[in-house]
């Protein structure tokens, strides 16, 4: 495969709090370095784009040094927390505004879909911003007009699409300005968060094109989403992005796994074992506590996606009969599922090493953190 668009050091620089480059006297200090032919004195003055912390200079770095290829026929995924940068550098690889610094070459053409609506004139018909839309694109009205019925028929806005677009819905929008950007068959694509606003039926339809255009037509796609799962779906390759800087570049699986972990101060502990000497009034030893995907090893980051496995791995010195009984906790600290050995028809009463798996299928909880409680009781006590 050949590349098809290429990033080399970009970077964007903004300053906090005005419209424009600043003062007069900033600008007469720019004016004097390129008199002298000295680089700009800004360029090396500014904050990290940390959105949650206090601005401490007048300039901030919305990104910096991303370098990055992508071949013909891939999907980039684009992922980070809000504020990352992932939105601007969109805009610059769609050429809505320019880096500071830094150089984006590309072959072909390239189709946005940035914000809700974007590129439409809320005054004309969901038809006229069709061949408005593909006119910016560069296709003659002999190409559109081949593409309109499928469009009109992808988007399902038939029976407003002579409608001024100032009347559609949100939904609407996206629907129609997605058929528009897919259907008039750009080389590249650029697709930020606004599939989000759409209906979960037109979400399945948008990445299923997708994976058409990249896999049957050959053309590139750079996708930016909160969608894990979409992403993972759909992406080739990821690049995570925190800060304004690039700070993993790999696989999907890996990238997602990366940016899951992102700020995890809890140190994500799935696995843990235990000392004999705790259960010295017991009549059994818990040697480890285990809870992972079905795929995954264990501290890996555990999504909605997995098949979530327990693992109790237990040593009993009699022959009393033990329950295990497993309880799911928010961040709040309630209760929210519990389960039991006994009730997953799993007896423990044998003496010796005995290993409980309890399976839980994916998307079984909500979206959302969760900690797991392990207890052991023989029925009367509860004895840890």
Known sequence: MSVILKAENISKQYRLGLVGTGTISHDLNRWWARIRGKEDPYLKVGAVNDRSTKADSDYVWALQDINFEVQKGEVLGIIGKNGAGKSTLLKILSRVTIPTTGEIKTRGRIASLLEVGTGFHPELTGRENMY???????????????????????????????????????????????????????????????????????????????????????????????????????????????????????????????????????????????????????????????????????????????????NVTLIKHTLEELVVVFRFKDDDGNIIFVTNSKDAQMNLDKKGKQLLAMHLPNFFFNEGNFSLDVMITNGKNNCF
Request: aromatic share 8%; glycine share 8%.
């Open 132 to 310: 408005l839309n593909g006119a910016i694109l560069g296709m003659t009205k002999a190409e559109i007009k081949a593409k309109e019925t499928e469009i009109i028929e992808f988007s399902g806005c038939q029976r407003y699409v002579d409608t001024p677009v100032k009347r559609y819905s949100s939904g609407m929008r996206v629907r129609l300005a997605f058929a528009v950007a897919a259907f008039l068959e750009p080389d590249i694509l650029v697709i930020d968060e606004v599939l989000a606003v759409g209906d979960a039926e037109f979400q399945k339809k948008a990445i299923g094109k997708m994976q058409d255009i990249s896999k049957g037509d050959g053309r590139t796609v750079l996708f930016v989403s909160h969608n894990m799962a979409a992403v993972k779906s759909l992406c080739t390759r990821a690049i995570v992005l925190e800060n304004g800087t690039s700070v993993f570049e790999g696989g999907t699986d890996e990238a997602v796994s990366f940016y899951l972990n992102l700020g995890n101060t809890k140190g994500g502990e799935t696995l843990r074992y235990f000392k004999e000497e705790d259960f010295e009034k017991q009549s059994f030893f818990i040697e480890s506590v285990g809870l992972k995907g079905k795929h995954k090893n264990y501290n890996d980051p555990l999504t909605r996606e997995d098949d979530l496995i327990i």
